[in-house]
């Protein structure tokens, strides 16, 4: 079967650095995305990765491993709005998009 | 502004009176796609199209229909909704599989 694991939940400090992992099996793999979702709203796209390594983006970065089916998701320099539900999804070898439960993450001051 | 409308943004119903839940974008996308998202399970796709004239079902089709008569809208239809269909629903557009995804407000459907 498909199958996409990342942490139900994570807390962290405002300013600190967090990693988000994402591990998968999937029947094979054509990219990576991770979206962010705030409570109440539409998720929305941070990035995606095809290639193995790493992907900067402003504080987010993003790391893939396809020999390991894994990836996760770096926040640096966290601020109070980063507080949201980020999830991992995967295209896999039919091209379909199969999502992550998500990982609700929690700053505090 | 490029968007992805969805329409209601909240409905209550009762079971079994048939429903139409549109969406429409403005983006000349070719992949649309429809989700349910629940507590604690994520989004589950419900059904896709790459194109016009073409569906296929997602993870979770059962109670629902689409159609694709035009590039921009890809209304989700529930035939006799039923209290297990109460999820939050969002549309989706993107120019392929591969591209970045631009979701809908979101739908909060409730069937009683």
């Known amino acids: 079967g498909q199958n996409i694991d990342q942490p139900t939940e994570m807390t962290a400090t405002e300013g600190a650095i967090v990693q988000i992992n994402c591990t998968y099996q999937t029947s094979g793999f054509n990219g990576l995305f991770w979206y962010q979702q705030h409570a109440g709203e539409a998720p929305t796209f941070l990035s995606y990765?095809?290639l193995d390594g790493l992907e900067e983006k402003g504080r987010f970065s993003s790391f893939l491993s396809r020999s390991k089916g894994y990836s996760y998701l770096l926040l640096k320099e966290l601020q109070m709005k980063d507080s949201a539900s980020y999830l991992c999804?995967?295209?896999?070898?039919?091209?379909?998009?199969?999502w992550g439960a998500g990982t609700k993450l929690i700053i505090k001051p | 502004e490029a968007q992805v409308t969805q329409n209601p943004r909240y409905l209550i119903t009762v079971t079994g009176k048939k429903l139409t839940v549109t969406c429409s974008q403005n983006m000349n996308h070719e992949y649309m796609s429809w989700y349910r998202q629940d507590p604690g399970l994520g989004l589950r796709q419900i059904y896709y199209?790459?194109?016009?004239?073409?569906?296929d079902k997602g993870d979770v089709p059962e109670g629902y229909k689409v159609s694709r008569k035009e590039k921009r809208n890809f209304p989700l239809i529930l035939e006799s909704p039923s209290p297990n269909q109460t999820s939050l629903y969002f549309c989706a557009s993107s120019f392929s599989i591969t591209g970045e995804l631009f979701f809908g407000e979101g739908s909060r459907l409730t069937v009683l």
């Open positions: 990765n095809v």
């Open positions: 999804a995967i295209i896999d070898s039919n091209y379909q998009l199969i």
């Open positions: 199209s790459m194109n016009v004239e073409v569906t």
